[in-house]
């Protein structure tokens, strides 16, 4: 499995205190071994889904590539703002 970040995840994640985005890499590392163990839920819209870490939301998207699964996080937001911020 791999995990590709996108621009907007990395500049999202460096606005968060440090100590929340610990979690969220700490989950992130859950999600590429476990992930069948983490809160994750499939969303209406396109063929994204969302994991729940504590108060903040971050949406991936799930492919698979010739037998290889590739993980797109694409956006880290607080719960508040999580559904009305995507585009």
């Known amino acids: 499995?791999?995990?590709?970040?996108?621009?907007?995840?990395?500049?999202?994640?460096?606005?968060?205190?440090?100590?929340?985005?610990?979690?969220?890499?700490?989950?992130?590392n859950e999600l590429s071994t476990h992930s069948e163990n983490l809160k994750i839920k499939k969303l209406k819209t396109r063929n994204d889904y969302r994991l729940r870490i504590g108060d903040y939301r971050v949406i991936f998207e799930y492919t698979i590539i010739e037998n290889e699964i590739f993980i797109l996080l694409q956006n880290v937001f607080h719960r508040k703002d999580a559904y009305k911020k995507r585009k």
């Not at 499995?1 to 992130?28: C, G, H, V, W």
């Open 1 to 28: 499995m791999k995990i590709i970040t996108s621009p907007n995840f990395e500049k999202q994640l460096d606005k968060l205190s440090d100590i929340e985005a610990k979690k969220i890499y700490k989950k992130l």
